[in-house]
């Protein structure tokens, strides 16, 4: 017949809860921050692919000094940059590998959309008479370039 001994080892039920409840403490102490470093490398990802579709359409257009239409880029920029999907400038882009790209009507600026994984839509404008400018929108119903083919620089 089995006896219960006070010296033998072991963790008692409220010692137990106690070990829970300090995880439970420490991941929703470290859930959130987790998440928001999650969002902001989602973001750089999505700004890094407006860098690569910047200095690519940059490189086109020193060939004839003006970028070419929208729709000529988005049918000869895979063969300069193929690690981005182009899409004309009414397509909202869904991902930050699919750029949407605008062009005005006298080839000097382009206006180009990417979508983060977090959400936010990256949009920029380049001229090549005028430094770029920037636009993020948290919440965007759409996420084209035609979005931002006229606007203020607002920034990052």
């Known amino acids: 017949m089995y006896t219960y001994r006070r010296d033998e080892g072991g963790f008692t039920l409220i010692e137990l809860m106690v070990v829970i409840m300090i ?3 420490l991941l929703a102490m470290a859930l959130p921050t987790f998440l928001r470093f999650r969002a902001r490398a ?3 990802a999505a700004q890094q692919s407006l ?4 200095k690519t359409t940059f490189a086109v257009a020193l060939q004839d000094d003006s970028y070419p239409p929208s729709a000529t880029l988005v049918a000869t ?5 193929g690690s981005l999907d182009w899409l004309d400038g009414v397509t909202s882009s869904t991902s930050p590998a699919e750029v949407s790209i605008a062009d005005d009507a006298g080839g000097r600026e382009l206006a180009m959309a990417v979508l983060s994984r977090s959400g936010s ?9 005028a430094p770029p400018a920037r636009r993020v929108d948290a919440a965007p119903a759409t996420c084209a370039g035609q979005d931002y083919v006229d606007g203020a620089d607002a920034g990052w």
């Open 77 to 81: 920029m895979p063969g300069f940059e």
């Open 51 to 54: 860098a690569v579709a910047q």
């Open 23 to 25: 995880i439970a403490v």
């Open 42 to 44: 989602q973001d750089s």
């Open 121 to 129: 839509c990256f949009y920029l404008r380049v001229s090549l008479d």
